[in-house]
């Protein structure tokens, strides 16, 4: 009989594929429910009369829902399963986007976006361990790397989709912008039904026998938990584990590294047509422009997604960081330029970040071992979105004080300390199994 290869190394299969789609879709929502809100920000500002403060407040609002999720997500999940909590998110985004069809204040809409942001808080560690848990080493760092092309992806459509409802909507039509989300949300809990639980979860619980069933309908009769490369035999690591030990250092660049790369991309998403508006693209340009940099960051995703295995984990977020941080400064000195050189300058920081941005899935999901993963990705998200909160804040307030230039400047300062941060501590991970990967003797 011939022997089996670990589930590490089998061919990618219909099982992988349908996952990839039930955690993927949760992206493409996640990305269309935040960046939706800087479509309509302008129409509903205006409608419901907010000030500065009440329109940050309201960007930031997801931002800071996602900082308590990612927390009581990854806790949740590393106790109950994946598998449970699969459902929760797509859930909070159906009831809470149709909620913001009838707000009426800047309260309500803050109550609305924050507890969207606690659904997407849950995604990250939930759907993120489910995915990695299954997949193939080698597959493992380009298909996490793709929900990072599929979060912008739904960014993308929300922008396009948002505004054909603006031009043909009337003039509540921003109501249906913020409620849109819902649809996609319908369709994601439809396609997770009859997700299993992973068996990783399962035998780091004691529950052999139901891990060995799951592995056995995967990947096939002839599989057992003998071609599951991990050891329960162990001590077991918790969550003090990410607070001293190799596990702390690594939680901080988690934390620093992934704070970095979201802070200025959220302000960006947040107040896209209000950021090109102050670099002196007006009308179409502003609302086309914001779609056309956004396609941009796709496109960046992509091109890091094909060399994340070539290139190595530790070598892209260092090119990544520095390069984009450069296009930052660009635009810092050159705000007043041209249209046509401002749209180049944000393409070029929008392409040059992809490296980071799929990182942010993939060195937090390979860094730590299954009994702690889910809790270390809730962290590590909800960490990085105290800055991301703050920053997306103080935007409106930064343009109106201290105008474009320097606030690109900041912008390009945090982008820096995200390389420093990447110099001293990023690892490589590159073709490890999941346990090679998060073992601390390495």
């Known amino acids: 009989m011939t022997k089996n290869v670990s589930v590490e190394d089998v061919p990618i299969n219909w099982f992988h ?63 109950f399963g994946r598998q449970k909590l699969y459902f929760v998110g797509p859930a909070l985004f159906v009831v809470c986007s149709l909620a ?14 924050f507890l969207i942001g606690i659904g997407v808080g849950f995604e990250y560690p939930v759907a993120g361990s489910q995915l990695v848990e299954f997949m193939p080493r080698k597959h493992r760092g380009p298909r996490l790397a793709l929900l990072t092309i599929l979060w912008f992806t739904g960014a993308a459509l929300a922008y396009i989709v948002g505004n054909v409802i603006l031009d043909n909507g009337g003039a509540d039509a921003w109501r249906l912008v913020l409620a849109s989300p819902a649809v ?5 809990l439809l396609v ?48 003090g584990d990410l607070l001293h030990s190799g596990y702390g250092k690594r939680m901080l660049f988690v934390a620093v590294f992934w704070s970095c790369s979201v802070i200025p ?20 340009w502003a609302s086309y422009g914001s779609v056309a940099i956004t396609l941009m960051f796709v496109v960046g995703c992509v091109i890091a997604t094909r060399l994340i295995n070539t290139m190595g984990r530790r070598c892209m977020v260092i090119q990544s960081f520095l390069w984009s941080g450069l296009a930052l400064l660009g635009l810092g000195f050159f705000s007043d330029g041209s249209e046509i050189l401002v749209l180049v300058l944000f393409g070029a920081y929008a392409v040059l970040i992809g490296g980071a941005q799929v990182l942010q899935l993939v060195y937090p999901n390979e860094l ?24 997306t804040w103080l935007v409106p307030i930064s343009l109106q004080g201290i105008g474009i230039a320097n606030t690109m400047f900041a912008a390009a300062a945090v982008t820096m300390v995200g390389l420093i941060v990447s110099l001293a501590l990023a690892p490589e991970t590159r073709s490890l199994s999941l346990q090679e990967a998060a073992s601390l003797s390495r």
Request: proline content about 4%; overall charge positive.
């Open 192 to 239: 997770r039904i009859g997700t299993p639980e992973s068996p990783r979860w399962l035998l780091s619980k004691g529950r052999a026998d139901e891990a060995e069933r799951i592995i056995r309908k995967v990947y096939g009769p002839s599989f057992s938990l003998r071609d599951l490369p991990e050891q329960p035999a162990e001590s077991k690591a918790s969550l």
């Open 100 to 113: 913001q069809f009838w707000a009426e204040s800047g309260l309500m809409l803050f109550i609305c976006r």
């Open 368 to 391: 730590f071992p299954t009994e702690i993963r889910s809790a270390a990705v809730g962290m590590g998200a909800s960490l990085s979105r105290i800055g991301a909160a703050v920053g």
């Open 17 to 79: 594929q349908l996952l990839c789609i039930r955690s993927g879709g949760g992206w493409v929502l996640d990305g269309y429910v935040l960046s939706i809100i800087g479509v309509a920000m302008v129409q509903f500002s205006n409608d419901l009369q907010l000030s500065n403060f009440w329109q940050g407040m309201i960007a930031a609002s997801a931002l800071i829902g996602i900082f308590f999720g990612g927390f009581l997500g990854g806790v949740l999940t590393g106790h």
């Open 265 to 284: 991309v959220f302000a960006v998403y947040s107040f896209a047509p209000k950021v090109l508006q102050a670099l002196n693209l007006q009308g179409a």
């Open 184 to 188: 996609i949300g319908v369709l994601l």
